[in-house]
């Protein structure tokens, strides 16, 4: 079944309330996505102070609060209205100020060359046209500016996990039905070739994987559905970490390195 993008446009709070799905994007797959990004940092020897970063699909703002947190003043970006303004309330409550717009990945409405990084993270499987939204993005982007990105493998075992575990199967599904369509799912050299068509250059890629083990996760999907434990709390109990498996969730990132 296709992606329903109109999902994200749900009433309520569907970011940070931890008892909904989504919010497992937060305490699962954000502490392997940071230490990736601060690793990036470190690579390239870079301070995020006085740094400008674009979130692009920042939903709720689960992860620009983070990547503001580092020092980056944040711009984030995305289509959804209810999910801006749950950012906005959020971001505002924390007294963090992070700037929200809505707007598309296909067309971003800054200039040419106006942030030293942005980032794409659970997006690119969820858009029609990633060519469009890889160059966009590159287009904004300062050169020598970074480009970082996580996205899904469309592999058997990503079908088995974020489709079957996920979305279908009774007893573990936790997830909405059509969160995601395994036919969008991106191999990584079809990604290469997006990059290398915008004119970056790919530094590195990695992969994501759970802390628990195949039979654990199982166990905490299902502790998930019986209601005994928040999606909040089964991503604290299995957090996403750096690893060389790249068969499910892979994170990377490139660098401008010349102007269109």
Known sequence: MPVDNALYDAPGDIWWDETRPLNALRTAINPGRMDY??????QHG?????????DVGCGGGIMAEEVAALGFRVTGVDPSESSLATARRHAAAGGLDITYARAPGESLPYPDESFDLVYCCDVLEHVEDVDRVVAEAARVLKPAGIYLYDTINRTAVSRLVMIKLFQEWRATAFMPAHLHDWSQFIKPDELDASLTRARLRQVD??????SANPIRLISLLREVKRGRITPAEMGRLSPMAISRDRSVLYAGHAMKTTRP
Not at 37 to 42: I, N, P
Not at 46 to 54: D, I, Q, V, Y
């Open 37 to 42: 990004v601060r690793r990036v940092l470190q």
């Open 205 to 210: 890629s990695i992969g994501l994987k759970p």
């Open 46 to 54: 870079w301070s995020a102070e006085g740094r400008t970063a674009l």
